[in-house]
């Protein structure tokens, strides 16, 4: 049996099958558009939520002493005497907490600290938090059972004045970038869900 030749084929049919094929691609593209347009306000209805979750933990102003200055460095020692460097953080966002143990404010402000640091663990989020106590002894006794967090010591005293902290406690949330983008005066209720979504933003 012979197939029809272009000669033979009915006139006509070729441009039937374009008529045809022009509403499904039109449709692919209107599927294809609205699929972007759903990505992107999704996307950016997530940036919103992830600001709002940092906005809702009330930021302070950034202190004077760090406009327009690269974030400081610094390299403390941990409890095993390991030594912790700012720096050695880059690529991961990180929340630098200022305390002592002698400071009323810091003691109420740490199992919310704590609570953090356990939702946090495994994640690529970081706390660190300093303490401007004299020994580890004291550190030791207050947290007798241990602790969650990345506790640091910095016995000089030093170190959150290069960030502009004199009082206790204080808060940097510092991007993965190392950039400081949030400051906090005074404790915060570091165990809501809106400060994992503020660090998370902060990738």
């Known amino acids: 049996m012979k197939h029809a030749s272009a000669a033979t084929r009915p006139p006509g049919s070729g441009a039937s099958r374009l008529r045809h094929l022009i ?47 690269p974030t400081p460095d610094f390299q403390l020692p941990d409890a ?26 810091c003691v109420d402000e740490v199992p919310s600290l704590e609570e953090l640091a356990r939702r946090i663990d495994g994640t690529d989020l970081r706390l660190l938090a300093v303490s401007v106590d004299d020994d580890w002894g004291a550190i030791r006794r207050f ?43 005074n404790r915060r209720d570091w165990s809501r869900p809106e400060a994992v979504a503020c660090l998370e933003s902060l990738r």
């Open 143 to 185: 947290f007798v059972k241990g602790s969650a967090m990345g506790v640091l010591l910095d016995t000089s005293h030093e170190v959150p004045k290069q960030f502009g902290t004199e009082k206790y406690p204080e808060s940097f949330l510092i991007d993965a970038a190392g950039r400081v983008r949030y400051y906090f005066i």
């Open 23 to 69: 509403p499904v691609a039109l449709t692919a593209l209107a599927v294809a558009f609205v699929a972007v347009r759903f990505a992107a306000a999704t996307h950016e209805t997530l940036a919103r939520t992830r600001d709002g979750a940092c906005s809702a933990l009330k930021p302070d102003p950034l202190p004077a002493v760090l406009a327009g200055r």
């Open 80 to 105: 095993t005497g390991h030594t912790v460097s700012l720096s050695g953080q880059r690529g991961h966002p990180v929340l630098l907490n200022f305390w002592a143990t002698w400071c009323p404010p």
